[in-house]
Structure formats: structure tokens, C-alpha cells
């Protein structure tokens, strides 16, 4: 019996775990069958609209079930503001990434979500919603993690190095500028994917930021997450009508297309993010953050073993400098936030002892 409750208890202690290893495993294949469908020929702005429908489809009956009870009311101006954050924040940062994908890979689009903490970081800092000190060790590390963030996205962008001699293959057929004999314009391609895929990470960094404000406003998260996900559905088909008129473009099959407009839409959407909420519960957001890398770790390794990509020693110098400054934003921020309840803690004592000794007396 005592065997049987400690085995329990292991497995209690283990779930966070396991559920944010489910998680980046869901990431990395989003980046894989994303890069996988726009290879083989579909719009990528039809795919944001397909992955929007089945995202929408998907979230809205546990939002309606799950938050029935959630008073939340709905003004014109809470309408609007929801619009304006979906128009910004998925729409374009979606389209975006989706556009970066076709001329680049999915090791790229898994190793520069890396760089969004320390994106959403600057962010705050200049919408003063986040103070830093360089004053103190934890608000020096902030500094330095963004600065290679920033770093080794750069790196990745500009700096592909000599492919690594025991994994290399003789045809890659990832990215246009990763191959061994592409120059030229494929060479500018790369260069113009890394960028715009840069801007769809800034843009859903700025998304995160204005989540916090609209969560005060409608506080139904899971119905906020539905209402945004619909309005950029929205958003996407009519700018995907405007620029793709082929109806063929838009007829979806039993086939790789479908498995990765329903993987993207009710998997990454739906699974994912209540796994992410039930870790932050458990262990905090910071906890959540740490396992960021292994989405990239995994999609390297299956990008290398089904798509025989060649990893250059370039990209592991911007993983490094990518994971390493990831890692320095979230141990300053922790130390901060630590420091922060210890004060809280402190002063709620002090204020007790008065209150104390004002009844003693």
C-alpha cells in the first residue's frame, strides 16, 4: 500500500513535467507540419484562415460550457479593443510567420520563439509596464539576455558557417539559403525570411503585452481566447480572399493540408493552452517558460532525421546565444519577482506586529 501511495505521489510531482514536455512536443510539430504544408504549395494566408476556423470551432463550445457561470459583459468598446488586439497581435503576426516559413524552416520559426520573452521585455520597458534596474544583478541579467536574444537571431539570420561534418547530408531540402550550392537570390530569401519572421514574433510579443490590459477589461479568458481567435478568422479571410482568387487554393483534401490546418487550429489552440494554464497553476509562469528550447531541440532532431536537413555551425552558435539569453531574461525576471513577494511578505509582518501591539495596548 505505502508502495502503491508513493508511486502516486511521484506521479503527482511528475505531471508538470510530462504536460509541459506534451506542450513544446506540440510546438515543435507545429512548426514542422506548418513548414510542411506551405512546401508542398498551400497559401499560407489560406492556412492562417483554415487554422482560425478550426481554432474558433474548437474553443468556442468549452467556452461557452466551462465559463457559463463567468459574468463578463460585452460593451462596443470591449468589442472593439478585442478587434483591434486579434487584428494585431494574430492576424498579422500569424500571416507573417506563415509567409517567413516559405523561405525558411522549421528549425528557424522553433529557434526564434526564443526571443519572444526578451521582445515582450523591451516592450514593457517602453510601454512602462515593466521597471528595470541596473543597479542590481537580477535587472543586468535582463539586459544581457535580450542583448543575445536579439544576438542570436542575428546570427541565425546572417551567419550560416560551415555545415557540421558528421550530420551532413548529400541533398538538404530545408530552407532556400541552408543548402550547399544555393547563392544569390536564395541566399536574400533566407535573409528576407528571418526578418519577417523577427517581425511576427515582435508582433505577437506585443500581443502578449496587451493581454494584460484585456483581461482586466473581459475577464473570461477562454472566451476572450475564442472571441479572438474568430475575429481573426475574420480578419485573414478577407485579407486571403483579397490576394488569393484561386478557388483551387482554398479546396482542402484528405490529405497533409488538412492534418495540419486541423493540427494547428484544434491541437496548438485547444490542447496547449490549457496544459500551459494547468502548468502555470501548478508551478508558475516561469517554470512554464524554462521548457521553451525543447521545442527547437525536438524539431532539429526530427528536421534532421525525416527531412535530412544539415545543421551549420552557425545556427548552433545562434541557438546557444537564442537558449542562453532566454535563460538570463527568466532568472532576473524569477529573482525580481522573488524579491518582490519577500518585500510583500515583510510588510504584511511589520504590519501585523503593529496591529498587535495597537490591541495589546
Not at 521585455?121 to 534596474?133: G, K, N, Q, T, Y
Request: contains cysteine; glycine residues 6%; charged residues 10%.
Amino acid at each position: 500500500m505505502k508502495c502503491l501511495l508513493g508511486c502516486s505521489n511521484v506521479m503527482e510531482s511528475h505531471r508538470p513535467y510530462l504536460a509541459m514536455l506534451l506542450v513544446q512536443s506540440v510546438y515543435a510539430g507545429m512548426a514542422l507540419f506548418s513548414k510542411a504544408a506551405v512546401a508542398k504549395g498551400m497559401n499560407p494566408f489560406v492556412f492562417v484562415v483554415y487554422r482560425q476556423a478550426f481554432a474558433s470551432i474548437a474553443l468556442a463550445p468549452f467556452a461557452l460550457f466551462l465559463e457559463r457561470k463567468k459574468v463578463a459583459p460585452l460593451s462596443y468598446n470591449v468589442i472593439f479593443r478585442i478587434f483591434l488586439v486579434s487584428l494585431c497581435g494574430l492576424t498579422l503576426s500569424l500571416n507573417l510567420y506563415y509567409i517567413a516559413i516559405k523561405y525558411t524552416t522549421a528549425t528557424l520559426a522553433a529557434a526564434t520563439t526564443n526571443t519572444i520573452p526578451a521582445i515582450t521585455f523591451v516592450m514593457a520597458i517602453l510601454l512602462r509596464m515593466e521597471i528595470i534596474s541596473i543597479k542590481n544583478v537580477p535587472g543586468i541579467a535582463k539586459i544581457v539576455g535580450s542583448a543575445m536574444g536579439f544576438s542570436g537571431a542575428l546570427v541565425f539570420a546572417f551567419v550560416k558557417g560551415p555545415p557540421v561534418s558528421f550530420m551532413e547530408w548529400n541533398h538538404t531540402i530545408h530552407g532556400p539559403a541552408q543548402g550547399t550550392s544555393v547563392k544569390g537570390s536564395a541566399s536574400s530569401e533566407w535573409i528576407k525570411g528571418c526578418l519577417i519572421m523577427l517581425s511576427a514574433n515582435t508582433l505577437w510579443s506585443l500581443w502578449l503585452v496587451l493581454q494584460g490590459p484585456l483581461v482586466k477589461q473581459y475577464p473570461a479568458k477562454l472566451r476572450l481566447t475564442a472571441l479572438q481567435c474568430f475575429f481573426s478568422f475574420m480578419q485573414s479571410a478577407f485579407w486571403a480572399i483579397a490576394v488569393e482568387r484561386n478557388p483551387s487554393a482554398w479546396k482542402l483534401g484528405w490529405d497533409a493540408n488538412l492534418l495540419s490546418v486541423a493540427y494547428c487550429g484544434v491541437i496548438v489552440n485547444g490542447i496547449t493552452y490549457w496544459l500551459q494554464v494547468w502548468a502555470v497553476e501548478k508551478k508558475g509562469p516561469v517554470f512554464t517558460a524554462m521548457f521553451t528550447p525543447l521545442a527547437l531541440i525536438i524539431t532539429v532532431i526530427f528536421s534532421v532525421c525525416f527531412w535530412k536537413e544539415t545543421p551549420h555551425w552557425g545556427s548552433i552558435g545562434a541557438d546557444i546565444l537564442l537558449v542562453g539569453g532566454l535563460y538570463c531574461v527568466l532568472w532576473g525576471k524569477s529573482k525580481e519577482e522573488g524579491k518582490s513577494v519577500a518585500l510583500e511578505q515583510n510588510a504584511e509582518t511589520k504590519e501585523q506586529v503593529t496591529l498587535e501591539c495597537i490591541t495589546h495596548q
